[in-house]
């Protein structure tokens, strides 16, 4: 049970996930958070990343799935990089520049190596990492394209928060033993009936993960039965065909009197 427990808190984030996408927390809600324990606050969005070439031209763009994160980030699990050094280190402002990690596939999109810089908004970012496992990546299985995690510092540089943007603000919070996830649950929804966030406990922590697995078999089951009914079609078809081929000799062998195992 603590394993399970534990999974969920890893790949939620957290014991509660409270997201916003009317903007921000204030003061009031983070103190409410911070109440019942540690909080990690991150943003994400989708955007595009571009390279540029010696003449300011761009040479290559990908759709990315963008993440601010903060210091706290992450509260359960590990972030495992390619590159060694830790997660601030990597994401920090160097000489002016802010640092990024990406996905794999983000390096092949663009030809760009560790050490180079890309371009998200306005902001120029250089590639100090990459990322092989994120631990609350299965929160959100489907996604648009290559994940860009910088420091919550960086995203202002990048000019994408503007009135309008479709970005969503994430709130994990690690419980201190105080109140449960639920009890936490309803202290907030209490204290801001109208916040207009959404909030997610242990339980569920996979359930996207679980309605697709759902869908899944729900096709696999339709595509069997879909199967075998067209199969049981055939086979009636044949069964028929070779009777009626047989229709003559069944009733002669009838009437000159033969038993039904000789028919």
């Known amino acids: 049970e603590f394993r399970r427990v534990l999974f969920r808190s890893t790949i939620l984030g957290g014991d509660l996930q409270a997201r916003l996408s009317n903007g921000p927390a204030d003061e009031p809600k983070l ?36 993440k601010a994160v903060d210091g706290a980030f992450p509260l359960y699990g590990d972030l495992e990089l390619e590159t060694p050094g830790t997660l601030a280190d990597l994401l920090a402002q160097r000489d002016g520049v802010w640092g990024a990690v990406i996905d794999p596939s983000l390096l092949v999109r663009l030809k760009v190596n560790v050490g180079e810089r890309i371009k998200i908004g306005d902001a120029s970012l250089q ?18 394209g290559p994940r860009v995690l910088i420091a919550t510092e960086a995203l202002p540089a990048t000019d994408l928060v503007q009135t309008g943007s ?43 993960i679980e309605n697709f697995l759902d869908n899944v078999t729900l096709f696999l089951t339709l595509v069997g039965m879909t199967a075998l009914l067209t199969g049981g079609i055939g086979v009636a078809n044949a069964v028929s065909a070779y009777l009626n081929g047989r229709m003559t000799t069944i009733a002669t062998l009838k009437c000159l009197g033969a038993p039904a195992h000789t028919v």
Do not use: C
């Not at 540690?38 to 300011?56: F, L, N």
């Not at 590639?127 to 648009?144: A, C, Q, Y």
């Open 166 to 208: 479709f970005l969503t603000h994430v709130y994990n919070i690690r419980l201190n033993g105080t109140e449960t996830a639920e009890a936490l649950r309803a202290r907030l929804m209490k204290q801001f009936p109208d916040a207009g966030w959404r909030l997610r406990g242990l339980s569920q922590a996979a359930q996207g």
């Open 127 to 144: 590639v100090r990492g990459v990322v092989t496992k994120e631990p609350d990546r299965l929160v959100t299985p489907t996604t648009s």
């Open 31 to 66: 103190a409410a958070m911070r109440q019942a324990g540690e909080v990690s606050y991150q943003v994400q969005m989708r955007s595009m990343a571009r390279t540029e070439g010696a003449d300011e031209t761009v040479s290559a763009r990908s759709l990315v799935e963008l």
